[in-house]
């Protein structure tokens, strides 16, 4: 079987998973809806069941589709960063993006508390709308700090080490707000922390889904450039490819893709790391122009079965959407370190 060939096989059955995974995660929830009366409400044929009608298309469907666009935004993030700065443990949280959002997020809950944000609601603006606004606002203040910067760092190991010093300063920052805020305002930003896929219906996901659909198809155009970027600096620019301009787009491609999903979903950890590792493996190729869709579909996957693992407990009792990553993605983080020497052939 010639490459071509187990390409199309691998991408048929990431296909076929994901339609399979996505169903099952409408089906699959606290409240047991029949399958046959969730496949006639879903396809439209049974319209006495209106609760469940609201669970399936206000919950489920949207949390389903959420999984799909921060999954392939997450995978897709640690792909370009894994290229960019040539190291196989790269991942989007390592330019503080994540940090500044959580940090947003807290000081929004400081002020809310303080009664600052009651005049917002008044104007109709909802609370979940405001967090994600501060999570946006601080993901983009560290964002454009790390892009001054970069604009004086030619080397992309330093730029690396000069986000997680960012990301650790904000996370030092976020840190001491949690030690001098009350127990309210400190649960209000744990649960926060622990990530939700619970984008509501409507112009939230509307949102959600465009932004990041923006960033996937920007991501496909920075194929080329990803693909010459991993052959070294010099060979990118004998191609007429400057190697400054293109990092500052694959840096504001990724601030995007983690500012948003962050924004709306909470911080999402291991996706990035592990899905571009397995998709690689599988295809047996440093081709961007491979990895990026299988990223999208492999990514898509893998938060839609940590999604089916945080409803395991059953009982009406669902796991954060962070605990349930970080038991699927820490084994393939300890098989990405022990498979080291094999990725070094990659980078």
Known sequence: MNDSVKTYVWFSLLAFLLVVLFVTDILVGTVRIPLPDA?????????????????????????AFTAVFAGSALSVCGL???????????????????AGAALGTGLFIFFLDQGVGIQLHRLGIGASWMIALAAAT????????????????????????????????????????????????LQAFVSWTFGSLGVSGGPR??????????????????????????????????????????RTLILLNTCL?????????????????????????????????????ACCLGGALALLCCDLIA???????V????????????????WIILKMNNLRNSF
């Open 257 to 293: 893709l983690t500012g948003v999903v962050t924004a709306f979903c909470g911080p999402i950890g291991f996706v990035g790391i592990a899905v571009p590792h397995v998709m690689r493996s599988l295809f047996a190729t440093s081709n961007h122009m491979i990895l990026m869709p």
């Open 205 to 246: 996901l509307t949102v959600l889904a465009s932004a990041t659909i923006a960033g996937l198809l920007f991501s496909f155009f920075l194929s080329k450039t990803l693909n010459a970027l991993l052959l070294g600096e010099n060979y990118a620019s004998n191609l007429g490819i400057s190697p400054r301009k293109a």
């Open 80 to 98: 370009q960063m894994q290229t960019l700065f040539r190291n196989p443990l790269a991942s989007p949280s390592e330019l503080g993006i994540s």
């Open 138 to 185: 601080g993901a983009g203040a560290v964002f454009s700090l790390l892009l001054i910067i970069s604009r004086f760092v030619k080397d992309n190991v330093v730029l690396l080490i000069v986000g997680l010093m960012l990301g650790t300063l904000t996370l030092a920052i976020t840190g001491l707000w949690q030690y001098f805020s009350r127990p309210e305002q």
């Open 319 to 334: 796991l954060p959407i962070n605990i349930a990553t970080s038991l699927a993605g820490a084994p393939a983080v300890i």
């Open 311 to 317: 409803q395991l407990p059953g009982n009406g009792i």
């Open 39 to 63: 496949l006639s409400i879903l396809s439209g044929k049974d319209h006495d069941h209106i609760a469940w009608s609201h669970i399936l298309f206000q919950i489920r469907v949207p949390k």
